[in-house]
């Protein structure tokens, strides 16, 4: 650096400085050692990566599943038979229909999205059966999703999330029945997470899962869509 900024800092990327100091003695000789300080940001690596690594995939992929299910629609109309027989699609008698694979997707997307923020999850609505109630479903939760912003997730790499008992726990002790936790099927018992984990270990595996599943029914229905259509749009340079 030149002498008048020898204490300037140095951006070395884009979320950190390096201050690099010369420390001179007391005869004014040059430089004789130098320290060296990584300041960062107001916005911490971690809040970047779990932001980046959420909400903008969970974006993508849901705008690619809207694409897809209004693709789905269309070639129903076009083929002379209700869309809303598409809600029913199953690929296994015990699997969940096509509705259902929607709802965990965007239960997942939206849920872990806000208690990550320290948020409680959005309510979007009532189990879909039709056709352009699954649709809205899907933009509901793209709706809440674009309102997050980067510095609500300050902190949540560490944050403890609690995943409460699912509402069968309680069905089953209002009919006296109790069970050890030990007992319980994994996702009955409260889980308990440090928030990188939980997002990259339960929450974006489940959602990949689900909205794979609903693509697969789609298929599986004949209507004509392929991998980009289920990938959605890239955020690409160039």
Do not use: W
């Not at 109309?77 to 809303?84: E, N, T």
């Amino acid at each position: 650096r030149p002498a008048h900024r020898r204490n300037a800092p140095i951006a070395i990327h884009s979320g950190a400085y390096l201050q690099v100091r010369c420390e001179r003695d007391r005869s004014g000789a040059p430089c004789v050692a130098f320290s060296a300080t990584l300041v960062a940001r107001e916005q911490t690596v971690a809040t970047c990566f779990i932001y980046r690594a959420s909400v903008p995939v969970f974006i993508q992929l849901l705008e690619g599943t809207l694409s897809c299910l209004n693709r789905a629609r269309e070639d129903a109309v076009a083929r002379k038979y209700s869309p809303d027989v598409l809600p029913t699609l199953r690929l296994r008698p015990d699997m969940m229909p096509l509705a259902g694979q929607i709802q965990v997707a965007t239960n997942h997307a939206t849920g872990s999205v806000a208690r990550l923020a320290g948020m409680d999850p959005p309510d979007l609505g009532e189990p879909e059966t039709t056709m352009a109630e699954v649709i809205g479903r899907v933009e509901r939760a793209l709706a809440f999703l674009r309102t997050i912003r980067p510095e609500q997730l300050d902190g949540s790499a560490e944050r403890e999330i609690v995943l409460p008992r699912r509402a069968r726990i309680a069905h089953l002790e209002q009919a006296g029945i109790t069970l050890e936790p030990s007992q319980y099927p994994l996702n009955l018992y409260p889980m308990t997470f440090r928030g990188a984990d939980y997002l990259l270990s339960f929450a974006m595996p489940n959602f990949y899962f689900h909205v794979t599943m609903a693509y697969a029914l789609l298929r599986q229905g004949g209507v004509d869509i392929g991998k980009m259509d289920y990938i959605g749009a890239l955020p690409r340079i160039a």
